[in-house]
């Protein structure tokens, strides 16, 4: 039996990464791994201890004593800080405002991608965030790039904050997408772009239902290569 795949899936803020991949590993049997949920959980903690996200000397010694956990119950990925259940407080606009300039910090980004490479050690995985395919696992055998235009994106992330009961305007809900497009791109360290052998996916008018069939069928020609490979 050929080795489980590993499924990297990157893009911007709203692009649909998360849920596309989180129903993607349902259906594969896979664990999902969302990177981005990592971030906001140790921002989150950043936040709680008054520091600035730029206090790289005072984030990390917070940080090596910090517990992140991803565990899925019912379907639904949730996350723990501590061992406690932040889940739903991850997605707020002040988290928002002050993870792109958090994850830029160099010594972050490799205290996390050194976790994430651990949970993608044996394959089976599809994990998403924006840096995975061209730093977490160069090596992934499948690899896609989500894109979307910045009002569809800024449409989605309104309608979410609106589910969670946080009131927000649509054009500073725009602003800050492409400000954290901006920061995420020109960062030095793990900066979001496309790795070279990535397949794209525009979502701007795709359903979640037709997202996750397009990556199921790329997932599964990988699948059925290896498997006709090892007969």
């Known amino acids: ?112 991608v050194d976790k994430q490479r651990e949970l993608a050690r044996n394959g089976g995985i599809v994990m998403d965030g924006r840096d995975i395919g061209t730093v977490v696992l160069p090596g992934a055998e499948l690899k896609v790039f989500l894109i979307a235009s910045l009002e569809e994106r800024a449409a989605r992330r309104l309608k979410e904050l609106s589910q969670k009961g946080i009131e927000a305007d649509f054009e500073i809900v725009k602003q800050e997408i492409a400000r954290r497009d901006h920061i995420d791109s020109a960062r030095t360290s793990g900066p979001l772009k496309k790795a070279k052998d990535a397949r794209e996916l525009d979502t701007s008018r795709l359903s979640i239902e037709e997202q996750v069939e397009h990556l199921f069928q790329w997932a599964m020609e990988i699948i059925d290569s290896k498997n006709q490979d090892c007969k």
Do not use: C, W
């Not at 969302?34 to 005072?58: F, Q, W």
């Not at 723990?80 to 928002?96: C, H, N, Q, Y």
């Open 1 to 112: 039996m050929p080795k489980p795949i590993r499924i990297a899936i990157d893009g911007p803020a709203a692009s649909g990464k998360s849920t596309s991949a989180r129903l993607l590993a349902k259906k594969l049997g896979y664990l999902h791994i969302d990177t981005g949920s990592m971030y906001r959980a140790a921002t989150l903690a950043v936040i709680k201890n008054n520091l600035k996200p730029t206090d790289e000397a005072n984030i990390l010694p917070l940080l090596s004593s910090t517990t992140i956990e991803l565990k899925t119950e019912n379907g639904n990925l949730r996350v723990f800080l501590d061992a406690k259940d932040v889940s739903d407080s991850l997605r707020t606009p002040e988290i928002d405002h002050n993870i792109s300039q958090f994850s830029a910090l160099q010594g972050v980004r490799q205290l996390m």
